[in-house]
């Protein structure tokens, strides 16, 4: 799908859906700014815009079409020859986290920003470009008067995004935290380490894409107008925040495997403590009965007497009895 658009540098819509020839005329109209989205192109339509229509660099357009694991921005400037305006090349991610996987699912957006265009790229559908795009169409605040105002809109909303994702494993984990305190079964274990891998896949999402929006906001790229850096300055603090909240959870998750080791040492020591119990008070039956198992009647005149049987009952209680009495004095009963 492909969704164009072009504003005034008052932030009026003053045309969508563009037809594509039309758009190197548009470009060269200092008085409009272009946004061109690609959601899941194909590839005659990434040929077409990014190489025939805007001639990026085809190292980003290499970038934008695999798939990255880690955020990055680059800044293209052209050198002789180069057919392409100077732009901003940035690869970020939005998150979902789904409980019933108990995993974190990341999509990828890409960003082609210039001074009078912006060009997104993801393959899958994304809410922070259906929230922006709303917000533009209405033109109520007047996102749409620059690009750089539109990028920052969409990293806002995308790490917007990020804190259902957060609501949603805060819940997972406190449910979690519950039943390793309810149960000791080895899915609960399992759980624990899924969703503390899960974390830590989110901070490594994080990580990367803090320096990337910490460049922004130190006002490193000039295509990002000076009275804008603090807006980008705040993005980034929402972030931090988000990493924090990561790193807390995965303490959560530390203690909560903690807790569970511990209370599943308790539990085998009990085992081993109850097991301990029945063998000692078992010994003085087995003592009793393996000294008058043994066939010496010459020696042990007490099994000669018609009461050698109640003798061996006799001595086994009282030896078994004496044995109780001993361990509830050393409280182990």
Same mark, same amino acid.
């Given at each position: ?48 815009? /990014? ?40 690869v970020i991610h939005a998150v979902d986290y789904?409980?019933?996987?108990? @995993? ?8 082609? /920003?210039?001074?009078?265009? /912006? ?21 109520? @605040? ?48 399992? $759980?624990?380490? %899924? ?13 990367? %894409?803090?320096?990337? /929006?910490? &460049? ?6 000039? !295509? ?32 909560? !495997? ?14 081993? $403590? ?24 010459? %020696? ?27 361990? &509830? ?5």
């Amino acid at each position: 799908m492909i969704r164009s658009f072009a504003f005034t540098t008052q932030g009026r819509l003053h045309s969508k859906d563009l037809e594509a020839f039309l758009i190197p005329t548009l470009l060269g109209d200092t008085n409009l700014f272009l946004w061109v989205d690609l959601e899941n192109p194909t590839p005659e339509e990434v040929r077409f815009y /990014l190489e025939d229509v805007f001639h990026f660099h085809p190292l980003s357009i290499e970038d934008c079409v695999a798939d990255r694991p880690s955020p990055k921005v680059e800044e293209y400037q052209p050198k002789e020859g180069d057919r392409f305006a100077s732009y901003l090349f940035m690869v970020i991610h939005a998150v979902d986290y789904s409980r019933k996987d108990g @995993v974190f699912a990341t999509s990828e957006l890409d960003f082609f /920003l210039g001074k009078n265009f /912006l060009v997104t790229f993801h393959t899958t559908p994304l809410r922070s470009i259906t929230t922006v795009e709303e917000m533009c169409l209405k033109s109520t @605040v007047h996102v749409a008067r620059a690009p750089d105002r539109v990028a920052h809109s969409l990293l806002d909303s995308l790490v917007d995004n990020y804190k259902p994702a957060l609501d949603e494993l805060s819940k997972e984990i406190s449910e979690l935290e519950h039943e390793a305190l309810a149960h000791h079964h080895p899915s609960v274990l399992n $759980k624990i380490v %899924q969703i503390k891998k899960e974390v830590f896949h989110l901070r490594q999402i994080i990580g990367p %894409q803090m320096e990337v /929006l910490g &460049r922004f906001a130190r006002g490193e790229f000039s !295509l990002i107008r000076g009275h804008l850096v603090p807006y980008y300055r705040n993005v980034y603090d929402a972030l931090s925040h988000i990493s924090e909240q990561a790193q807390t959870y995965a303490d959560s998750l530390t203690g909560i !495997l903690q807790v569970y080791l511990n209370m599943s040492s308790n539990q085998t020591g009990e085992v081993v $403590k109850f097991l301990t119990m029945i063998t000692v008070i078992t010994t003085p039956v087995m003592v009793v009965g393996s000294w008058y198992g043994m066939n010496y009647t010459d %020696q042990m005149p007490e099994l000669r007497s018609r009461f050698g049987y109640l003798w061996a009952i006799g001595l086994t209680l009282v030896a078994t009895l004496a044995t109780l009495w001993w361990m &509830r004095r050393k409280k182990w009963l």
